[in-house]
């Protein structure tokens, strides 16, 4: 399905990568419009409907178009964020693993780095 009634930027930015503009892509990009990292799990319980397969399928052609990047905790998960034009880290929750994006608290420090804070969330504590 095609949306030619509107140009949303989520439809434009997946045609300026050369991707076909399908609803699962377009609603596993609206996840990443938040400011955190998202799992294929975490997505499925957004869109109970939608196949996990079909959200891994399409979560690999969106990193593999750049739109997306994958992220993997210390705990070897693996989240999706939006390609950063900015370095950040991540904060995850011990509890529920929401992973959010947070500035980086380490000034002076080379951006090969990967900082993780474990912590409890907002609706977790």
Same mark, same amino acid.
């Given at each position: 399905?095609?949306?030619?009634?509107?140009?949303?930027?989520?439809?434009? &930015?997946? $045609?300026? %990568?050369?991707?076909?503009?399908? =609803?699962?892509? !377009?609603?596993?990009?609206?996840?990443?419009?938040?400011? /955190?990292?998202?799992?294929?799990?975490?997505?499925?319980?957004?869109?109970?409907?939608?196949?996990?397969?079909?959200?891994?399928?399409? &979560?690999? $052609?969106? %990193?593999?178009?750049?739109?997306? =990047?994958?992220? !993997?905790?210390?705990?070897?998960?693996?989240?999706?964020? /939006?390609?950063?034009?900015?370095?950040?880290?991540?904060?995850?929750?011990?509890?529920?693993?929401?992973?959010?994006?947070?500035?980086?608290?380490? $000034?002076?420090?080379?951006?090969?780095?990967?900082?993780?804070?474990?912590?409890?969330?907002?609706?977790?504590?």
């Amino acid at each position: 399905m095609i949306f030619m009634n509107h140009a949303c930027h989520i439809d434009l &930015l997946m $045609k300026e %990568a050369g991707l076909r503009c399908t =609803q699962d892509r !377009h609603d596993l990009l609206s996840v990443f419009l938040s400011d /955190r990292a998202w799992s294929a799990a975490h997505i499925a319980k957004e869109f109970p409907k939608k196949d996990l397969s079909t959200i891994y399928r399409n &979560l690999q $052609k969106l %990193a593999h178009a750049g739109i997306i =990047q994958a992220v !993997h905790t210390h705990a070897d998960e693996e989240f999706f964020e /939006r390609t950063a034009l900015t370095h950040h880290d991540h904060a995850v929750c011990q509890q529920c693993h929401r992973m959010e994006c947070i500035p980086c608290p380490v $000034k002076k420090i080379g951006l090969t780095h990967l900082l993780e804070i474990q912590q409890l969330c907002e609706s977790c504590v």
